[in-house]
């Protein structure tokens, strides 16, 4: 069928996909935009809420009254509650009732057993989900021409209707007859890219740059591996009061999880503060009310708002009191927007006993008030840090036994394999395994590896030979862990203790402590082991053992 007229009412478009799938969303939405130029389509929506407007009310409406519904369907955006029970229930429905139509777009390859819609199974032959695209501009644009075709159709079937009431013709049907078949509708606007056509990375037309591993890896990064848990923060900010702690060793991933929840809370139209404790001048840690008033003035000043702690600190009433006000009377009652704090390294307030007794009290004190408060559950934290606290005596002061606990740990060995292949790197499994036999699943020593080879600046047999010893790219790393170990002699002396092992040994609990929040050890039940062998061999040369 041809069509010669543009259709007499441009359809709206509703765009739903995990925000894990933020980069492609982008891509789409450029075509999208393009569309609605051509007067193709009328406007169109996704997940993307201005801020301070009702988030899940504003999408449900937006879904509701689309003509089409795109559905980036991909395994996290099964994993997404709100995109698989409400978003992608609610498209089909609307499907099923002749009210929209649905375009599926399948991303990753994706387990369809037991999936909402299982009938799915039964695709044409040559949709099939493929893990990479040779060209992902190229399939959008085929998205996009699809959605151009299904608008006509579309307009088509209103013109052979005329008779059509007011209320019919707000939606526009997604087939003639009173209930589209869903496999059949969907069959015939079901976009993915054939298995065939898929290229290997290497082959790609447009190779992505590698990106330096040193620091938190940017939010969108094609290079960032996501953790088990970011979902579960995701869910947790959204609670009122919500104190999400991350604890790793140091290069691990704390920091790059830390900016995508914050960048999660923003898309929500909260307010976001992210506070480096390390990049705090250290004169502050010396007393605690100049402490306090730097913190409530570094969280007024990313929040665009003028220092106004002279106004409400009284000499008579003690710091925490001051900053409660502060933020109660101030930051808090002034918006009704939930306020996300994010603290980075926080370990640099365990230093300071005074402090950390004082500071911490304050932002336990703060979760319990979100429970018979309201104004206080739109105050919600990320703590992140390497250390245990071990000075606080009062477990109803600390902050540490509330919240949400996350601790991050290594790459998988199918993780590690899925970096190689991004950093395009032709490695046997065999290979693989004798990289992680020396730097195990560390994700800060896997992604230099891989960054340093991709780039050419050394061969996989340089790395092999050198990655131990101060000549190779490790030498920065494994001095600093070197020092922080030599300073400390009953430190030194357990480190020695640990390389010269070859099996598990026990130390005494502090050693075991500060070896394993460094990075150095890992923990197997009350003993511990050298993390990778990398450690055991640069420190059995260096240390003598």
Request: aromatic share 10%.
């Amino acid at each position: 069928m041809s069509y010669t007229n543009s259709p007499p009412a441009p359809v709206t478009v509703f765009f739903s996909y995990s925000h894990k799938d933020e980069r492609l969303r982008d891509k789409l939405a450029t075509h999208l935009s393009n569309l609605q130029r051509q007067d193709v389509i009328k406007s169109w929506h996704d997940r993307k809420i201005t801020a301070g407007t009702n988030w899940a009310k504003e999408i449900d409406d937006n879904l509701d009254a689309a003509d089409i519904i795109l559905l980036l369907v991909s395994a996290d955006f099964l994993n997404s509650d709100y995109c698989y029970e409400v978003e992608m229930e609610r498209a089909i429905a609307r499907h099923k009732a002749g009210e929209a139509r649905v375009i599926p777009i399948i991303l990753r390859p994706v387990d369809w057993k037991g999936a909402l819609f299982g009938e799915f199974q039964a695709l044409p032959k040559n949709a099939r989900p493929v893990t990479k695209w040779s060209n992902q501009d190229e399939a959008f644009a085929n998205v996009a021409e699809g959605v151009r075709q299904a608008a006509l159709e579309m307009a088509e079937e209103l013109r052979n209707k005329p008779a059509r009431s007011p209320a019919a013709t707000s939606t526009l049907s997604a087939s003639s007859s009173a209930k589209p078949n869903l496999l059949t509708a969907l069959n015939s606007s079901f976009f993915t890219v054939p298995l065939e056509t898929a290229m290997p990375i290497s082959e790609a037309v447009q190779p992505r740059p590698y990106e330096n591993p040193e620091g938190a890896i940017r939010v969108g990064s094609e290079f960032y591996i996501r953790s088990s848990y970011e979902e579960r923060c995701y869910e947790e900010i959204q609670k009122g009061g919500a104190l999400i702690r991350i604890k790793s060793p140091r290069n691990m991933g704390k920091s790059s999880l830390m900016l995508r929840v914050l960048a999660h809370a923003e898309q929500l139209g909260y307010r976001t503060v992210s506070l480096n404790l390390d990049e705090a001048n250290k004169k502050l840690f010396d007393d605690l009310d100049k402490y306090i008033q730097w913190f409530c003035a570094s969280v007024g000043k990313q929040l665009g708002v003028r220092v106004k702690t002279e106004e409400y600190w009284e000499d008579i009433f003690g710091a925490n009191d001051n900053c409660t006000d502060y933020f109660k009377k101030y930051l808090l009652e002034e918006s009704d927007r939930p306020l996300v704090i994010a603290i980075d390294n926080f370990d640099q307030v365990f230093k300071y006993p005074d402090i950390e007794t004082d500071f911490c009290g304050l932002l336990r004190g703060w979760h319990e008030r979100s429970r018979i408060d309201p104004l206080w559950e739109n105050l919600r934290f990320i703590i992140v840090y390497s250390l245990e606290p071990y000075l606080l005596k009062d477990i109803n002061q600390s902050p540490f036994n509330v919240g949400l606990p996350v601790e991050l740990g290594e790459f998988s060995a199918a993780q590690v394999k899925e970096l190689v292949t991004l950093h395009r790197l032709n490695w046997t499994n065999a290979t693989i395994e004798q990289f992680m036999a020396l730097v195990g699943g560390h994700p800060y020593l896997v992604r230099s590896a891989l960054y340093h080879i991709a780039i050419g600046d050394q061969t996989l047999d340089d790395f092999f030979r050198t990655a131990p010893t101060e000549a190779g790219i490790y030498k920065n790393h494994l001095v600093s862990h070197l020092r922080a170990v030599e300073a400390n002699p009953a430190l030194k002396a357990a480190m020695k203790m640990v390389v010269s092992s070859a099996d598990p040994i026990s130390l005494n609990s502090d050693d075991s402590f500060k070896l394993d929040s460094m990075g150095l050890v890992m923990r197997i039940d009350n003993q511990v082991r050298p993390r990778c062998q990398l450690y055991r061999q640069y420190f059995c040369d260096r240390l003598g053992a």
